[in-house]
């Protein structure tokens, strides 16, 4: 009886060149662990469920991803990812607004740039670079190495070196999606920022450097609510009516605060709405006893202060101010 696929060693392969099966495989493994971390995401704290995130879903999305990814294509809009890349993608962005406590609907990249997630498609390609460093500094089996021998350095006598394209006239786009011919696009644009051959560490701290966002602090502060509103306002996406007039709620057709004065948006809420000028005055005393001993009374009306810290401020001080900033969310009942 003719099998159309099998099962090597973890990878699906379909006698159509096909990773579609084995992805989706993974993709039904990752969901059933992230049903899990929608469960507990009302409870555990925002780093504990990162962990969850990272040891039991995303390794099941990291497997053998350098052999079926596809590499994003460039158009108007920016980075576009196919249908199968988006499905896994999905994954993760649904698990980063779990982990978040963030709306359906929040713009993925301000979202992983909370969190400081690299998107899993440059995730695949970095891990696609690095692996072709090993296959270059022979720490691969020899006959990866062999695809290389086979032919000569683009430019010989530099190093670390450039190798010849393997993307050809005509070529179809599941041959240049495969490894080789993307890594070697990759790897040419990324090792001429060095003159020498960089270590594995040090590649990979560029790359990382150059992908992965920096993760914005919440100082170690466990109240699971609080940070969920927290991230809500920081994302752009919350109970605030410009922020659910911009992403076309249907119960919201303006975006002038029950006030009566102004349009109801981060700022408005923060500092002139009327409605919560009591809990305002305690927010502002607790903030103020902070800023003035190294004075900076200035920061008293930055947004960013209130929902991100300040790097002119120690630790223990930022926690104090986004305490405050979430002790006002909740005493607002805005957000309940």
Same mark, same amino acid.
């Given at each position: 009886?003719?099998?159309?696929?099998?099962?090597?060693?973890?990878?699906?392969?379909?006698?159509?060149?096909?990773?579609?099966?084995?992805?989706?495989?993974?993709?039904?493994?990752?969901?059933?662990?992230?049903?899990?971390?929608?469960?507990?995401?009302?409870?555990?704290?925002?780093?504990?469920?990162?962990?969850?995130?990272?040891?039991?879903?995303?390794?099941?999305?990291?497997?053998?991803?350098?052999?079926?990814?596809?590499?994003?294509?460039?158009?108007?809009?920016?980075?576009?990812?196919?249908?199968?890349?988006?499905?896994?993608?999905?994954?993760?962005?649904?698990?980063?607004?779990?982990?978040?406590?963030?709306?359906?609907?929040?713009?993925?990249?301000?979202?992983?740039?909370?969190?400081?997630?690299?998107?899993?498609?440059?995730?695949?390609?970095?891990?696609?670079?690095?692996?072709?460093?090993?296959?270059?500094?022979?720490?691969?089996?020899?006959?990866?190495?062999?695809?290389?021998?086979?032919?000569?350095?683009?430019?010989?006598?530099?190093?670390?070196?450039?190798?010849?394209?393997?993307?050809?006239?005509?070529?179809?786009?599941?041959?240049?999606?495969?490894?080789?011919?993307?890594? #070697?696009?990759?790897?040419?644009?990324?090792?001429?920022? =060095? !003159?020498?051959?960089?270590? *594995?560490?040090? $590649? @990979?701290? +560029?790359?990382?450097?150059?992908?992965?966002?920096?993760?914005?602090?919440?100082?170690? #502060?466990?109240?699971?609510?609080?940070?969920?509103?927290? =991230? !809500?306002?920081?994302?752009? *996406?919350?109970? $605030? @009516?410009? +922020?659910?007039?911009?992403?076309?709620?249907?119960?919201?057709?303006?975006?002038?605060?029950?006030?009566?004065?102004?349009?109801?948006?981060?700022?408005?809420?923060?500092?002139?709405?009327?409605?919560?000028?009591?809990?305002?005055?305690?927010?502002?005393?607790?903030?103020?006893?902070?800023?003035?001993?190294?004075?900076?009374?200035?920061?008293?009306?930055?947004?960013?202060?209130?929902?991100?810290?300040?790097?002119?401020?120690?630790?223990?001080?930022?926690?104090?101010?986004?305490?405050?900033?979430?002790?006002?969310?909740?005493?607002?009942?805005?957000?309940?």
């Amino acid at each position: 009886m003719e099998e159309h696929s099998q099962k090597h060693l973890g990878l699906t392969l379909h006698n159509s060149l096909s990773f579609k099966l084995h992805i989706h495989e993974k993709i039904a493994k990752a969901k059933k662990v992230l049903g899990s971390l929608k469960r507990l995401s009302r409870y555990l704290p925002t780093k504990t469920l990162e962990s969850i995130y990272k040891s039991f879903i995303r390794p099941h999305l990291d497997y053998c991803d350098v052999v079926y990814h596809e590499p994003s294509k460039i158009n108007a809009q920016g980075q576009s990812l196919s249908i199968i890349m988006e499905e896994i993608e999905r994954i993760q962005y649904q698990s980063a607004l779990s982990i978040a406590g963030a709306w359906k609907g929040t713009n993925r990249s301000r979202l992983y740039e909370e969190l400081g997630w690299e998107s899993l498609s440059d995730r695949r390609r970095v891990r696609r670079v690095l692996l072709f460093h090993k296959i270059v500094n022979n720490l691969t089996p020899q006959y990866l190495k062999d695809k290389l021998t086979a032919q000569r350095p683009d430019h010989v006598g530099i190093s670390p070196p450039l190798f010849k394209s393997l993307v050809r006239y005509n070529s179809t786009n599941r041959f240049q999606s495969s490894f080789f011919p993307d890594a #070697i696009e990759n790897w040419n644009v990324f090792i001429s920022s =060095f !003159q020498t051959m960089p270590s *594995l560490t040090l $590649l @990979k701290a +560029h790359l990382n450097n150059l992908f992965r966002p920096k993760c914005k602090s919440i100082f170690g #502060i466990h109240d699971r609510i609080g940070i969920r509103f927290l =991230f !809500q306002l920081r994302v752009g *996406l919350s109970p $605030l @009516k410009s +922020h659910k007039l911009k992403h076309n709620f249907e119960d919201t057709p303006s975006d002038i605060c029950l006030c009566g004065i102004g349009t109801e948006d981060t700022r408005h809420f923060l500092f002139s709405c009327s409605l919560y000028a009591r809990q305002r005055a305690k927010l502002a005393a607790t903030t103020i006893t902070i800023l003035t001993p190294k004075n900076l009374n200035h920061l008293a009306n930055s947004e960013y202060l209130y929902l991100y810290g300040d790097v002119s401020l120690s630790d223990n001080e930022n926690r104090n101010i986004l305490k405050a900033t979430i002790t006002y969310l909740n005493e607002t009942k805005r957000f309940s």
